[in-house]
């Protein structure tokens, strides 16, 4: 048995992601089997209160994910670190698949979502990750510390310590943020309901 795999996971994460930083591209290789349950469940999870003719599934999500992050020039950190870059493009993969559904739908028929489901459960309709998204983006020119924080929670499936530790503050501040956070987007999202 390898060196390898004798490390936690967490460890030998992080030691792939630095080696796959340097330019060893077999690194990679031994990287995807380790992380990819991880992104499957986050893709799951995102996907997991999606309208049921959802037409993106958790392995496609996955693997769109895995080809933007092959090319991504990015100086990998750590685990938590390449978990928050894959929680963004998970987010902008869905995003980007929503708009797409919905550009011939213009406004037809789209729903206000509540907070409790977009930041906890995932959206409910079709334009509902859009309106989402388009929230944390006014959030972000708010206050982007809280707007990734929802991010990393939702998309990112990160515990609030390794959302902490991903935005350099304590758990408690997490805990904070968050409630200031879902009661800004809550007011957004729920402002123009008739």
Not at 79 to 93: G, T
Not at 108 to 134: F, H, N
Not at 184 to 192: I, M, P, V
């Amino acid at each position: 048995m390898g060196t390898k795999q004798m490390l936690p996971e967490r460890q030998l994460v992080t030691q792939l992601l630095q080696q796959w930083g340097s330019g060893n591209k077999a690194a990679l290789d031994e990287l995807m089997p380790v992380v990819y349950e991880q992104l499957r469940k986050l893709a799951s999870r995102c996907l997991r209160a999606e309208r049921s003719d959802h037409t993106l599934r958790a392995t496609a999500l996955v693997n769109e994910a895995y080809l933007r992050l092959v090319d991504a020039d990015i100086a990998w950190q750590d685990r938590v670190h390449f978990f928050a870059v894959s929680a963004r493009l998970l987010r902008r993969i869905l995003v980007d698949h929503a708009k797409a559904h919905n550009r011939d739908k213009r406004g037809g028929g789209a729903e206000k979502i509540s907070l409790d489901d977009a930041v906890l459960v995932g959206p409910q309709t079709s334009g509902g990750i859009v309106e989402l998204d388009e929230a944390l983006q006014r959030l972000a020119a708010h206050d982007q510390r809280k707007s990734e924080l929802i991010e990393l929670l939702f998309f990112g499936g990160l515990t609030y310590d390794e959302t902490a530790e991903a935005l350099k503050i304590s758990p408690a501040t997490v805990h904070r943020e968050l409630k200031m956070a879902k009661a800004w987007l809550h007011r957004e999202l729920t402002q123009n309901v008739s």
